[in-house]
């Protein structure tokens, strides 16, 4: 079993059409819908797979076949301790919680697995300990 990380394109006249419905029933996937956005240029979808490469392989062709496009997420957003101030700047930038402070030591720690990659915490922290790598 395999889970990867993808943003998928989708232009505004594929918005109203079931492709992600299909794509999750055709080829038995398990979707994580990390961010959904829409607005007059089209959609935009963060989502992780979790299936056997054979299926999210042909998931994706799928999606491509339907002209939705797909940006693989090969990089991960590290958090360097040693630099970490425990300041707290990143808890209330990221959208999805990815920080959570300890009541008793006020150390902030970093959930790997929730983030997706938006990089809004690389910006706001100040001593530059969260950074984005392979
Ligand atoms: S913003 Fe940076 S220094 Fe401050 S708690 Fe978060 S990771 Fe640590
Ligand atoms: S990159 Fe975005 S989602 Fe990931 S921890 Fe930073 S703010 Fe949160």
């Given at each position: 079993m395999s889970s990867?990380?993808?943003?998928?394109?989708?232009?505004?006249d594929?918005?109203?059409e079931p492709i992600t419905y299909r794509m999750v029933k055709d080829f038995?996937?398990?979707?994580?819908i990390l961010r959904a956005e829409i607005d007059d240029t089209g959609g935009r979808?963060?989502?992780s797979f979790q299936g056997s490469p054979q299926q999210i392989k042909s998931a994706l062709k799928y999606l491509t076949d339907n002209k939705v496009e797909i940006k693989e997420l090969n990089e991960y957003v590290h958090k360097d301790a040693d630099r970490c101030t425990d300041c707290?700047?990143?808890?209330?930038?990221?959208?999805?919680?990815?920080?959570?402070?300890d009541k008793e030591t006020w150390k902030v720690g970093f959930i790997n697995d929730k983030c997706i990659a938006c990089?809004?915490?690389i910006d706001a922290?100040?001593?530059?300990?969260m950074k984005l790598g392979q």
């Amino acid at each position: 079993m395999s889970s990867n990380r993808y943003l998928l394109f989708f232009s505004p006249d594929l918005i109203n059409e079931p492709i992600t419905y299909r794509m999750v029933k055709d080829f038995d996937l398990m979707i994580n819908i990390l961010r959904a956005e829409i607005d007059d240029t089209g959609g935009r979808l963060m989502i992780s797979f979790q299936g056997s490469p054979q299926q999210i392989k042909s998931a994706l062709k799928y999606l491509t076949d339907n002209k939705v496009e797909i940006k693989e997420l090969n990089e991960y957003v590290h958090k360097d301790a040693d630099r970490c101030t425990d300041c707290g700047m990143c808890v209330s930038v990221c959208p999805v919680g990815a920080f959570v402070i300890d009541k008793e030591t006020w150390k902030v720690g970093f959930i790997n697995d929730k983030c997706i990659a938006c990089g809004m915490c690389i910006d706001a922290c100040p001593p530059g300990a969260m950074k984005l790598g392979q």
